[in-house]
């Protein structure tokens, strides 16, 4: 049985070391993971699909087997596009919880081959959300704990 | 890059659908399931670990890639044991799911290199829980619609 | 003791199967249910009070006992305009419930006569939200599992 | 059509402020409130299914509409018996909530016409259960604000 | 040792019960707590941070070793200034608990020195939040159950 | 204002880092830390009351301002007996914050001028619990990562 392609769809507005941990566990059980980042939104991302898609292929550039895409259609058709049958998603708190199986319950509706699999984080990281990330950046504070280089930069840029 | 060999533990007492649903799903994802049914534990069992552990193979028979063993020790080294990196676990309620995240912190505490990995059964059977079936089969009811036919007969033997 | 009317508020932004289901569920339970589509919401609906209204009336119109009036003012307001003195809500999972006991204590301080009882849809239905209905319809996605004809035709006509 | 006859099981060891609070409200919706006293349980009960079923006759003696029952079988069981449709719980907690949650479906799965509506009782009762009542009393402390005065005697005379 | 400073720093949009009866307890425990009213904020305050800021002042104007400051940048920077090493804040339900525990974490790697304490409110408040009380004035409900009056007045001037 | 004494009260069966964590952040808070081990309880504790305060003791010699003393009755008892006027209680997930709740609301009914305040330990010990240190101790795992050296030796002695 080949192994299976696995996709990390997100928004990762911005990435962080969170994502980046997950991503790392989500490389050592499967032979390929391609990080989809979420194009459209009702959630109006901070930074623009260019500017995501960037920031996170800067940020997994070490890691073997991680791509990262851009998407802009249902998750179901982009794990086709891509030849996925998993999608990895993190676990950290209870409401992450509920809106994951959520989610898992609707893609497993529109395609029941498409299996969701759920990686925990570091527990340093599970506090981490990329919405307190903005909101430290945007209030002049240092974000650099939370996210790799290229980011602290770009959130520099954006909210300096 | 072989793919993994994966544990999926429980004290299966009985194995219901709900455990088989999960089983069913991790089987293709991995290469190898190995269902690794708790001995020793504080719960004090209702059925003995050859008896659970019986129920489990035979409810599992036509399953390729799945083989049931006993274990009595830490789960971390019942991994080692059989050569398994991965750890499988189902994921119902938000009451599962932090007693979960506890166990997953803990074992990669004692075994950095064991990974976690969680999924979820279909809707109808999110809320079947191995104490509330026997508490049905305790009180004489039918415990057909939420465990295989050999687990049906064993409550009934217990139980009647 | 003459059976209490009750109503089932919401924003219905569009009515699901789970919405339906639990409304099949409450007609069973009491002599009238009038269906409460909410008007001013801080929420910013993406279909018109009007649509919505129509919306439900058109799902709803084979139940007996049921029927669709729009509000605009508070709840407890409405609640005596109609005569009831039961609010009817669904709960699917934990955070719902947080927020349903919330706003159900906010209406028996403002109402202390007005009962809210809650009803749990089949489980199938667990995890259906009108939000990811609409990000579904918005993404092009086939939204006829989720809820009835006459919605789909208005999700395309909206999205399409 | 004829109002329903709800039951409001539990195992009442023993029955709480919190218990009667939710017991008024229902009786305020149904015609008939048949409050189950559970007899068999692998809780291991303080206060025997006799000592159960007398303090809670004592206690909702007042109450029009309102009979107490013991049981001993399963919930849909004895709801046949006595010819009710509606099983009547209270929501204090998410705990509850999950649990409650699981109950209801296993309920709907073995009698499909049984229907669980969920009550919630006053916020100063929300924190009421039971088991810390139990464990004030065992502890020589006044029981008297959650319990009514002929539990609180009962209480002394077992701990006392 | 002297006794530490507390902020208890919120958007106050606007200053409810539930917060003022949490400020009743932090000053009973610390020498002086500083009300920080936090001015920038994703979320859009209804009132101005003047408005929000002269309101909370109004309403605590009667207990001891309780100001009331606004401030724009982070929370860290925020209790430096003022000397302050204790966050206190108000626990009412599941959801913020997990959001308060992002919270303390994120300030705690920001700032090691800053240890967040949690109080709960009075039950009859635990159900109490800002969000709801904009909601029902804008209705045109009677919020003076839930805020005191001189917010009862500025909600009538905003939404009237 | 002089300033309050805390207890710290819990079962410690055995004490661990996470616990040793909260009691380091109230010393920081507090005059004075009293550590309440619960003697009688219905959890059946592994190590006796004396064995529990003992490890307690030594595990904490070396913190000012904390001293550790068993107690056998209601908690507001023995903070009356103490002269304290604040509980401190850890939290670190969402089932504990129920029950907490719970605990403070009872108590705060008991003793209205008893203020429960929670701390949160450091994210590295929020999954650790006693139940699960005994648990990997009686499979003859290491416990060294989760306990200090004294409360080792009498895992090895009680589990060897």
Do not use: C, W
Not at 66 to 86: I, K, M, N, Q, S
Not at 122 to 147: K, M, Q
């Amino acid at each position: 049985m080949p192994m299976p392609v696995a996709i990390y769809p997100g928004t990762f507005d911005p990435i962080t070391h969170g994502h980046i941990d997950v991503i790392r566990r989500a490389a050592s059980l499967f032979d390929a993971i391609v990080v989809g980042v979420a194009g459209s939104s009702t959630k109006a991302p901070v930074f623009s699909l260019e500017e995501r898609t960037a920031m996170a292929r800067e940020s997994l550039a070490g890691i073997s087997g991680v791509r990262v895409e851009p998407f802009t259609g249902l998750l179901v058709d982009f794990a086709h596009a891509v030849g996925a049958r998993v999608v990895v998603r993190g676990l950290r708190a209870v409401s992450d919880f509920e809106y994951e199986m959520q989610l898992a319950s609707i893609n497993r509706r529109l395609d029941a081959s498409l299996e969701t699999v759920f990686l925990t984080p570091a527990e340093n990281y599970s506090f981490l959300a990329s919405t307190l990330v903005r909101e430290i950046a945007r209030l002049g504070g240092d974000a650099s704990p939370f996210v790799p280089p290229n980011v602290v930069a770009a959130l520099k840029a954006k909210f300096g």
